[in-house]
């Protein structure tokens, strides 16, 4: 800028001065670790003043490197709240020995520290990093940009390790291999500089150079080098290899763009390289070259460095280097100095210069020459890439090629840019700050400020127009000493030489900075300086290095005569230059340093530090866009200097107040443009004070202080009396308008304008800009203010311009502002610059909008990018909703708008719209709903609707009613929100939360304790939730009944009558046998608790899980005495409990919801004391593991845990480890259950004692992991398993069935459901085998590794050579049913037919029957039904002709046939086929299995008390009856279905005689099945569920409570990984509590039923997700709304999984089924009954059943109820309650406000009041809507919705206006039309009503009549014919008719 002049006179006055200290340093002093030592040296640091010279202050973060640190340093970045957008306040990273202190505040905020961290060594360096995790898959597909989630971590560098600590609470910490230089933190992870130890020499030829940059992009990701690839080089291709130069420092690094800048030290230049994730190509191209060894350049050696790091040898060629680009030929020829660089080629100049060859130091030895040239030329063959080595790669044999596996390179480094190579270049340029700013146009700078020669460079970039990549420009040179970057402004602050501070945008200079309190350091000049060198002579001489100067300076301040002032901390009290020690002092600013946002701290010579704010560029809202518009379409040159004019006067010094910015605002721009704005009346009159009354005059106005004439008349002619004489209260006080006098001569003259102006050539387009955010501003109902003060200054330049359309449209706009005799300038039309883009007629959104509606053509509307957003979003909405034209929102060049940009700007930079095109993630059918979804994806809200006029808004509200009607479940949040549908945006936000918390949250928490008496509590079930229990089953107390019948936490009642004949003793012993029967029942309830409490609960992570105890004791009646076990009178089982005490541990962990919040600590906390419950916290463990948080137990407390060799704790582990990992063949686990399985052992192993039950346990965990993997060898040990003969000692002799049994479910889990198609395994046999285990024969030899083991037979068991079928028929039989599952295997079914003769029949035990019964159903899947018929079928026929009928009495006669056989074989076979029919429907509530099943248990029951009950056998009959009632609990699973519970409850009353623990097992085991989960969970069929309820279900039941010895009692609980849930809970939005709604479930059709819906009242069971199609809440009374199933049914999977919690919203005037079930009460049904006028029967007090919105009820409060005299209110009042009420009745309660907006103009219109049309023509757009014929059409499909539906208020409404209108057309107004029409001026008074007749019966203006020709038309005919064009409503043209055709009395109709 030339005018340095002017420059003087404007300064920038910068706000905000306050004293800056470090918050972290205040902290540290109070820290506890600062002892005396640390506080000594964490003084401030004035007292480190040292005498090297170096600046008093510490260096910054990023000037000196970390050895040469000093102790403390900090940096600051803009706030970042949790959330992550931002806010304004400052974060601060403060570092000081080995503490780091983030603290977080600002101005208006207190600082508080947020963290402090304190590491073992001294910190190097401390910085924020964000860290990507790349997530695999991500759960919901639906939700697109969910692949990664940032990790937001701050990481402290110490000197042998790294620790990263991120925001979420995860620590890490990495060990670093080398010594790390520097750590950058990037868009991608940290990036490291190792530090070079070897400085600058040379590596020996064979060991190449280590790479020198690395990179981490996670904490627990290994650290990995980075490779850089340049350009091509004199070959051609690029080539890429490790970064191994030392010579290279990176100087910076940004995320946005990712680029680093990086200095050559030996060649004083600076770099550019982009920063990416490397490309797999590349990866393998660096690991090629160090696999290969094609050349003797590429020789690895095994390196020092962590993996070994392949990498290139550096010799003595450039190859090592980045820049690989340059061949090696010339570097052999050239030395750094040769004079021949500057003269090549500009093409390669720059890249020659930067192929640095050796340094003189590296000689030339390594290679000879010739391999070097023979190298070069291979590297242009193709070969070079191929995989064949190359000629010459003998010579790499001589090294050895170590097998290392090479890292892989993660990031790489590509070359942009390099300084050009000026003559003098100094060694040390490096630069010590760069950073990117943006000028005020937003082109990029890179400055980078190199201090030695007191130069910032600035280099410009931007991005090119595919956005690849980025282009850089030439280098600007500004002087300065120190530089920072302004953001929040677009400028940078450089601090001169000469000690002024100023502003920059980009290379334009602004102006110098004013600081209040600072001196300027002219006056610092002056001679109060003791000494001859005042700092500015000294620090002027820019030539010479600054830093000699300093020493002696700063002695020279410190020894100043004042050295108590010299801490003077008061900086920011001495708000002027009064303060005189300053200038004694001479303090002046020497550094810059901490810029934020708009702020930025200034480091002062005395050691003080003062953070000051750079003032915004404009505040108020209007200049803004005005700015940001003007900015947008001038050219890039002449807009920054327009801003930085406009920049300076509005920051000057005691600059104006807010309310006055515009006004300055307008008279700046009018100046630019070349008005002569002092002598313009109405910028003269412009307020710059913002007071209200004008009097105050600017002081350069009024040159005379005592008053004169022009006073008055500047007062009449001021808006402020114009104002003022339209008041309402002028009128009613009838004062008449004062004339203002006639004007004096200097008003009369016209003004021209000065054409050599800035601005002058651009006012076309500064005017059509201008006009734009005009028509921008009408479409925000907020911005009224805004529009009338820009449409003063429009109006100006309008006539100015000579733009007749122009002024009418104002003038119809704002008829009482727009006045005809105004002041008039010239300009000369000569010099204009018009524009392309600008129109004759005026482009005007509501005309727009207009013709859309009316189905006339429109034009596209000119829009500016970034600046018109709103117009553009109305316009393509209308687009799409109203013409019904889908692709105008889908791609983004809209042909119904016009994109306005400067001549010289590119197009691309607009590409970002396509945001605007859909994302197709969502269902949308409808226009409504893609126009809802599109305004979603633009960022469309509420608030934004809100603000939008009603007329323009009406389109978009009728999309959303009709979405809110219609919804699909799956839209995201935001759209839920937009179309009001709070159910739906309550379910997105849930849906959306993270799966560790625990979502259920308030809605289904239970605080109500459920029992009032004390000793409930501790039974175990009191956490479940009532609130849904009780809406499930609200007839009865069956919810409290299962309580009962399952608490074991209280004695039992031992009622025994004492016989006379009995002795006390005897008596006593009596009632402790009955105890110890009574004790069998108690012990088996805990495992049915578990069962109804199934994750009920989420634990507090800071207390024990409660776990009830088991009691065994009883109490006697009727005294109430105890009866205790433990008295020595009876016998005892030895550990009777010790089983029943894992189950209740079981049960107390299986409370614990999957999504609760647990982890290893909280696990360890909950370890027992006491080693009585050593056996509780062994189920505990096995519960965690169910519900998959034993995943979070860490590896060393597993071991721990096993190494204690309690062998219930090893099997509650391991069963609970290999549950949570089920089916995933994890190896560690694997391993870990293989040490208890000795075949799974090398033979050779040593024999470990491993416990029988805790083999068993161990087998079954590897069929958990491996579960349907048909993993070859697993199954192969486990079939060899299910026969394991006993060994020659006592091992495996005892307990061997349990062990075979889990061997055959192991193996049935490994191959589940693979049938035949076991891929692999044919040799193994699978089937042949075992049948051969099933139905006995000889035994095969044992084949395998463990054949030495078993060549000696047991002395303990004689078995012979035939397979024990008793030991191995069980497992087998499973095992074939699990691999065969569901497959209709006809042959491998019959193989499992119950024999069909006597004979056979003996061979097989009858308990066998019943699992080959069930094995034959579950492999014929499809065949089960649910009769009687196919339940009698599976019985052979010899059995159903011989044996007895279940209810038969009398004994049939029989010789020859074993009746006993026969009848058990009956049973067996019976209880078999029911079984299986249980795990057919199981979990289905299928009625008929239910009526069959029950039908049978009945018949068991009777059977059970007929006298035939003996021959069966009473043990095997009640076996059969549990089975039955597992299979009715299995089908009827969590329904709590009456008839089951009365069958449970009647055998939990039998006690004595054949009862013993297994039974009660089974019948508890019932009962908690039918409530699981309290009703939350039911059973799945699929194949993983079968089998783990075969494992849990299996049919032989122990005898006692220690009895292990067929089948493992914990596995009992593996029925968790069965039950889902599918409760469907609907929960009230508003109230926020379970209510019941009305669901309609539609079945998918199958083979056995058509496609079928039901209704069901939630809540309630749905049945298995693959069975339905869509699930929907019905009406009247709940929003629709509709889960579709069919796309996939993850969405509900997911409400299912957090609760099943359905958000439904009432609609308006319904109460809720509770309230009124029969649907009588509503409000809507009362309307019905009286018939009355609607608004009188409807009371605003019962507004509230109708919303819950407060609101409404407010304005039902003020507005609708009556007060005392309310005179001719009343019928205000009405209309309001009526309006009201329809808005509430048809549910959208959002166009209340338009109603009165409607109503209120309309009426304003009536008093002829109206001075601005706008709702006017909001009137006109909503009557055009609903005549449009977009909306008849849909009108027509849908009748019966809508906004305005069924009320007559808004004819009423067009009615009063037309006849408002007309009136005033008969009372006179025809005169004032005519007028108009003939072009001469209009009375005063009628301006208002003339324009509202215009814009309402949209009249052409003048000149488009005049062009219409309308001279001789005589009749209405020919009007209507040349009307045509003019696109004018026929009942106007009847209006104007009369004046047109000259008739004098008008013709209004």
Not at 706 to 711: A, L
Not at 1005 to 1018: L, Q, R, V, W, Y
Not at 1121 to 1142: E, H, K, Q, R, Y
Request: charged fraction near 20%; proline fraction near 6%.
């Amino acid at each position: 800028m030339s005018d340095h002049s002017d420059e003087r006179a404007t300064m920038i006055a910068a706000g905000d001065l306050q004293e800056f200290v470090p918050r972290g340093r205040e902290h540290c002093r109070r820290h506890p670790s600062a002892l005396t030592l640390q506080l000594r040296r964490l003084q401030p640091a004035s007292e480190l003043c040292s005498s090297d010279g170096a600046a008093g202050l510490v260096g910054s973060l990023r000037e000196v490197t970390i050895h040469e640190r000093q102790r403390e340093s900090w940096q600051l970045r803009k706030g970042i709240s949790d959330v992550g957008e931002e806010v304004d306040y400052d974060e601060e990273l403060y570092v000081a020995s080995n503490m780091v202190i983030w603290s977080k505040g600002s101005k208006n905020q207190a600082s508080t520290v947020y963290k402090a961290f304190t590491v073992d060594s001294p910190v190097l360096q401390a910085l924020w990093c964000d860290f990507t995790i790349p997530q695999e898959k991500s759960e919901k597909d639906d939700v697109s940009g969910s692949d990664e989630i940032v990790e937001k971590c701050i990481c402290i560098l110490q000197n042998s390790c790294i620790n990263v600590h991120s925001i979420e609470g995860k620590d890490y910490i990495a060990a670093l291999p080398f010594q790390v230089a520097n750590v950058w933190p990037t868009k991608y992870g940290l990036l490291f500089e190792r530090s070079s130890s070897s400085h600058e020499v040379p590596p020996s030829p064979p060991r190449e150079p280590l790479p020198t940059m690395f990179s981490m992009l996670h904490p627990l990701d290994e650290i990995t080098p980075l490779v850089c690839k340049s350009g091509a080089g004199v070959f051609g291709s690029a080539r890429v290899q490790y970064v191994a130069d030392y010579t290279l420092r990176i100087v910076f690094l940004s995320a946005e763009p990712s680029i680093v800048m990086t200095y050559d030290t030996v060649q004083s230049l600076h770099t550019v390289w982009a920063l990416r994730r490397v490309k797999p190509e590349e990866q393998n191209t660096v690991l090629k070259f160090s696999e290969q060894m094609g050349t003797p350049q590429h020789v690895a050696t095994s390196s020092s460095l962590t993996a070994h790091l392949r990498s290139l040898s550096k010799g003595d060629s450039p190859v090592g280097s980045p820049f690989q680009n340059y061949s090696s030929i010339h570097s052999q020829s050239r030395s750094v100095s040769s004079p021949s660089m500057q003269s090549r080629s500009p093409s390669i100049s720059n890249m020659a210069a930067l192929s640095r060859s050796h340094s003189p130091a590296l000689g030339v030895h390594s290679f000879s020459g010739v391999q070097r040239f023979n190298f070069s030329s291979n590297a242009q063959s193709p070969k070079r890439h191929s995989i064949t080595h190359s000629p010459n790669s003998t010579s790499s044999d001589s090294f050895l090629i170590p097998e290392t596996e090479p890292i892989v390179p993660e990031l790489c480094l590509d070359h942009l840019w390099t300084e050009t190579l000026t003559n003098m270049r100094e060694k040390n340029s490096q630069a010590s700050k760069v950073f990117i700013t943006t000028d005020l146009c937003g082109q990029k700078f890179l400055c980078f400020l190199v201090e030695s020669q007191l130069q910032l460079r600035c280099v410009k970039l931007q991005e090119s127009n595919d956005k690849s990549q980025l282009i850089f420009g030439s280098i600007t040179n500004i002087q300065a000493k120190d530089a920072a970057p302004v953001q929040g402004i677009d400028t940078l602050l450089v601090l001169e030489g000469s000690g002024n501070l100023v502003l920059y945008s980009g290379v334009v200079r602004v102006g110098k900075v004013f600081i209040p309190g600072l001196p300027a350091p002219s006056l610092t000049m002056s001679n109060q300086m003791p000494r001859p060198s005042t700092p500015l002579d000294s620090v002027s001489t820019p030539s010479k290095p600054l830093n000699k100067h300093l020493g002696p300076l700063e002695e020279g301040v410190l020894l100043s005569p004042v050295p108590e002032l010299r801490d003077s901390t008061k900086l920011h009290d001495s708000t002027y230059v009064e303060d005189c020690t300053f200038q004694q002092l001479g303090t002046f600013i020497h550094a810059l340093r901490d810029p934020v946002h708009n702020r930025v701290t200034l480091e002062l010579s005395n050691n003080t530090m003062v953070r000051i704010t750079i003032p915004e560029i404009a505040t108020s809202e209007l200049v803004k866009r005005c700015l940001q518009g003007v900015k947008a379409i001038l050219p890039k040159e002449i807009a920054v200097q327009m801003l930085v004019k406009w920049y300076n006067a509005y920051n000057a010094p005691g600059g104006p107040s807010y309310h006055s910015e515009w006004n300055l605002f307008v008279t700046c721009l009018m100046n630019m443009m070349g008005y002569n704005t002092e002598r313009l009346s109405w910028t003269r009159n412009l307020d710059f004070e913002g007071s209200l009354s004008p009097v105050i005059a600017p002081k350069k106005a009024r040159p005379s202080e005592t008053g004169s004439d022009e006073d008055w008349e500047y007062l009449l002619s001021s808006d402020y009396h114009r104002n003022f004489e339209s008041h309402p209260v002028a009128k009613a006080l009838r004062l008449d308008p004062l004339e203002v006098l006639a004007p004096k001569d200097d008003f009369s003259q016209s003004l021209s304008l000065d054409s050599s102006t800035l601005l002058f050539t651009h006012i076309p387009t500064i005017f059509f800009v201008l006009h734009l955010i005009y028509e921008e501003l009408k479409l925000n109902s907020l911005m009224g203010e805004g529009i009338r003060s820009l449409v003063v200054l429009l109006v100006q330049l309008a006539r100015d311009l000579k733009l007749d359309a122009y002024i009418d449209y104002y003038y119809r706009d704002y008829p009482a502002l727009v006045k005809t005799s105004r002041q008039t300038c010239i300009i000369d039309q000569g010099f204009m610059h018009h524009p392309s883009f600008f129109s004759a007629e005026p482009p005007s959104i509501f005309q727009w909008l207009s013709s859309c509606l009316k189905g006339e053509g429109v034009q596209p509307y000119p829009y500016l990018p970034g600046i018109c957003e709103r117009s553009k979003l109305v316009v393509l909405s209308v687009a799409l909703y109203i013409l019904g034209d889908e692709s105008a929102v889908s791609n983004e060049a809209s042909h119904y708008l016009y994109k306005i940009t400067s001549g010289q700007r590119k197009q691309q930079i607009e590409q970002d719209d396509n945001r605007c095109s859909f994302r197709h993630s969502t269902s949308v059918s409808s226009l409504a709903e893609k126009l809802v979804v599109w305004m979603t994806n633009v960022g469309f809200t509420l608030r934004d609707l809100e603000s939008l006029p009603f007329g323009v808004a009406l389109p978009i509200r009728d999309a959303i009613y009709y979405c809110r009607e219609q919804p699909a479940s799956d839209w995201p949040e935001a759209v839920c929100l937009l179309i009001g549908r709070q159910d739906l945006s309550k379910q997105a936000c849930e849906g959306n939360l993270q799966k560790g918390k625990s979502s259920v949250g308030p809605v289904l928490s239970s605080d109500i304790p459920s029992g009032t008496e004390s000793e409930e509590d501790e039974d175990g079930m009191n956490d479940m939730n009532e609130e849904v229990m009780s809406l499930i089953w609200s007839e009865d107390l069956r919810v409290q009944e299962v309580r009962r019948l399952l608490q074991s936490a209280r004695p039992v009642r031992v009622n025994v009558v004492q016989m006379p004949e009995a002795s006390d003793h005897e008596y006593i012993e009596e009632k402790e046998n009955r105890l110890l029967q009574l004790c069998q029942r108690t012990m088996a309830l805990p495992v049915g608790r578990g069962m109804f409490t199934l994750f009920s609960y989420h634990p507090v992570p800071t207390e024990q899980l409660p776990i009830p105890k088991l009691n065994l004791t009883g109490r006697a009646p009727p005294r109430n005495t105890t009866v205790d076990l433990n008295s020595g009178n009876i016998d005892v089982p030895p550990n009777m409990a010790c089983w029943a005490s894992f189950h209740n541990g079981v049960a107390a962990g299986l409370k614990i919801a999957p999504a609760s919040q647990i982890d290893s600590a909280w696990i360890v906390y909950n370890k027992p004391k006491i080693a009585e419950l050593a056996n509780e916290y062994a189920g505990f463990l096995m519960a965690l593991g169910l519900n998959g948080h034993l995943t979070k137990l860490a590896t060393l407390n597993i071991h721990d845990y096993l190494t204690k060799g309690h062998e219930m704790t090893s099997i509650g582990l391991l069963l609970g480890v290999s549950a949570a990992k089920l089916g995933t063949m994890d190896m560690a686990i694997t391993r870990l259950l293989s040490i208890h399985i000795p075949a799974l052992l090398p033979p050779t192993s040593t024999e470990l004692d491993v416990p029988h039950n805790v083999q068993v346990a161990a087998v079954i965990g590897i069929g958990l992991v491996y579960q349907g993997t048909a993993h070859r060898h697993t199954a192969e040990v486990l079939l060899a398993e299910i026969g394991r003969p006993p060994g020659p000692e006592m091992e495996y002799c005892t307990d061997r069935e349990s062990y075979s049994l889990a061997s055959g479910l192991a193996l049935g889990m490994v191959c589940l459901g693979h049938g035949s198609n076991l891929i692999g395994m044919s040799d193994l046999n699978v089937p042949e085998q075992l049948y051969q285990y099933m139905v006995g024969g000889h035994r095969r030899f044992q084949a395998g590794m463990h054949r030495e083991k078993h060549k000696s037979p047991s002395y303990q068991i004689k078995e012979g050579d035939t397979i024990n079928v008793d030991v191995t028929c069980p497992g087998a039989t499973l095992a074939l049913a699990m691999i065969y599952l569901k497959t209709n295997n006809r042959s491998i079914a019959d193989w499992l037919q119950a024999p069909d003769t006597m004979y056979l029949l003996d061979f097989v035990k009858p308990e066998f029957l019943l699992l080959r019964t069930l094995a034959r159903c579950l492999i014929l899947w499809d065949d089960i039904l649910p009769n009687s018929k196919w339940v009698n079928s599976n019985v052979p026929q010899i059995i159903r002709e011989n044996s007895i009928s279940l209810q038969a009495t009398e004994l049939p006669s029989s010789e020859d046939l074993s009746l006993e056989t026969l009848a058990q074989a009956h049973v067996y076979i019976i209880a078999g086929a029911c079984l299986s029919l249980g795990f057919r429907f199981a979990g289905s509530e299928n009625l008929a299995a239910f009526k069959c099943l029950y039908k049978y248990a009945t018949d068991f029951l009777k059977c059970l008390s007929a006298p035939t009950a003996s021959i069966t056998g009473h043990y095997n009959l009640e076996t059969c009856l549990s089975v039955l009632l597992l299979s009715l609990a299995m089908v009827m699973a969590g329904s709590g279905n009456l008839k089951v519970l009365q069958l449970c409850r009647f055998m939990h009353k039998k006690t004595g005689g054949e009862m013993n623990y297994g039974f009660h097992l089974a019948h508890h085991m019932a009962l908690g099945l039918l409530f699981l989960g309290g009703g939350r969970y039911s059973l799945s069929t699929s194949n993983s569920s079968i089998a783990a309820l075969l494992c849990a279900l299996y049919p032989h039941f122990p005898v006692h409570s220690t009895d292990n010895r067929y089948h493992l009692q914990a596995l009992r609980h593996l029925y968790v990984l069965a039950a889902e849930p599918r409760l469907l809970t609907p929960v009230d939005v508003d109230s926020n509590t379970p209510c019941y709604a009305l669901i309609e479930v539609t079945y998918k059709g199958t083979q056995w039923y058509a496609e079928a819906t039901e209704e069901l009242m939630a809540p309630t069971l749905l049945p298995e997700l693959h069975l339905l199609k869509q699930i929907r809440v019905k009406g009247p009374r709940y929003w629709e709304l509709l889960i579709d199933l069919s796309k996939g049914t993850n969405h509900l999977k997911s409400i299912l999984s957090k609760g099943g919690v359905l958000y439904v919203k009432l609609r308006a005037g319904q109460l809720s089924y509770k309230e009124d079930p029969m649907g009588w009460r509503s409000l809507l049904a009362q309307t019905v009954t009286h018939r009355n006028s609607e608004a009188r029967a409807f009371k605003p007090e019962a507004i509230s059943a109708f919303t819950s919105d407060p609101a409404l009820f407010s304005f039902a409060d003020y507005f609708c109820k009556p007060t005392v005299n309310m005179g001719q209110k009343q019928e205000i009042l009405d209309l309001f309650s009526s309006i009201l009420y329809e808005c509430v009745t048809q549910e959208n309660p959002e166009m209340l406000p338009t109603y009165i907006a409607i109503d209120q103009a309309v009426r304003r219109l009536e008093r002829r009041e109206m001075s601005e049309t706008f709702e006017l023509w909001q009137i006109k757009l909503v009557l055009e809507f609903f005549s449009s014929r977009s909306h008849q059409e849909r009108m027509s499909r849908n009748p019966n919705r809508g906004l305005f539906m069924n009320s007559e208020f808004l004819p009423v409404m067009k009615c009063t206006i037309d006849n408002t209108l007309d009136q005033w057309l008969q009372a006179g107004g025809d005169v004032s039309l005519h007028s108009y029409l003939s072009g001469q001026p209009t009375e005063e008074s009628q301006l208002s009503m003339l324009a509202c007749f215009l814009i309402y019966h949209s009249v052409p203006t003048p000149s488009q009549l005049a062009a219409g020709g309308l001279e001789g038309i005589t009749n209405f005919s020919e009007l209507l014919l040349k009307f045509k064009q003019l696109n004018m409503p026929v009942r106007a043209l009847l209006r104007l008719a009369p004046l047109l055709l000259r008739n004098p009395q008008s013709m209004v109709l």
